[in-house]
T-cell receptor, first 113, second 109 residues
Framework: DSGVTQTPKHLITATGQRVTLRCSPR?????VYWYQQSLDQGLQFLIH???????AKGNILERFSAQQFPDLHSELNLSSLELGDSALYFC????????????FGPGTRLTVT | GQNIDQPTEMTATEGAIVQINCTYQ??????LFWYQQHAGEAPTFLSY????GLEEKGRFSSFLSRSKGYSYLLLKELQMKDSASYLC??????????FGKGTTLSVSS
């Protein structure tokens, strides 16, 4: 158990819908990272927040957005869902802004039908 | 541009030694991570190399050559539980981690 929690564990929804994935970092960690993992693309960095502020963006679609709240939990919002958005979404946290050891949550498996 | 290359699959037998190679091309390189991921589970941290050379941690060792854009993960005394995907990831300045697609290692008895 890494200490990072993610909810829900599984999510099944239809195309065109909107979902919110939630992540709570390890106690004391200020950085939160979101990743998408699909079978053909591997693990892709989406976005990084540090202490409530966006720090870096990766291959995140405009239909996706995220935020980190004052209590440091983070939410990833996915809208206008497409079949290709089906993937495992991981949240990771680390104590510092620089990328040191990242602790990954168990992931949310999203299935878009 | 950025690119991480590692073999797709490898097989080995219990008790053996296996080396998983990774080559990378990325601007603003800050360091190289290795993660282990069992099917359907979260990646777990194995090692982090910033400077050239070998870092040893128990049965696992990781090597980095910054000038060659090359790293490897060495697993000794293989056990069945080592069957997993091994992810090489480059830390690029100003962003998070750029992951390779992973090497699936199958350990047989």
């Amino acid at each position: 158990d890494s200490g990072v929690t993610q909810t829900p564990k599984h999510l099944i929804t239809a195309t065109g819908q909107r979902v919110t994935l939630r992540c709570s970092p390890r106690s004391g960690d200020l950085s939160v990272y979101w990743y998408q993992q699909s079978l053909d693309q591997g693990l892709q960095f989406l976005i990084h927040y540090y202490n409530g502020e966006e720090r870096a963006k990766g291959n995140i679609l405009e239909r996706f957005s995220a935020q980190q709240f004052p209590d440091l939990h983070s939410e990833l919002n996915l809208s206008s869902l497409e079949l290709g958005d089906s993937a495992l979404y991981f949240c990771a946290s680390s104590i510092r802004e620089g990328t040191y050891e990242q602790y990954f949550g168990p992931g949310t498996r999203l299935t878009v039908t | 541009g950025q690119n991480i290359d590692q073999p797709t699959e490898m097989t080995a037998t219990e008790g053996a030694i296996v080396q998983i190679n990774c080559t990378y091309q990325t601007s603003g390189f800050n360091g190289l991570f290795w993660y282990q991921q069992h099917a359907g589970e979260a990646p777990t941290f194995l090692s982090y190399n910033v400077l050239d050379g070998l870092e040893e941690k128990g049965r696992f060792s990781s090597f980095l050559s910054r000038s060659k854009g090359y790293s490897y993960l060495l697993l000794k005394e293989l056990q069945m539980k080592d069957s997993a995907s091994y992810l090489c990831a480059a830390h690029q300045a100003g962003t998070a981690l750029i992951f390779g697609k992973g090497t699936t290692l199958s350990v047989s008895s």
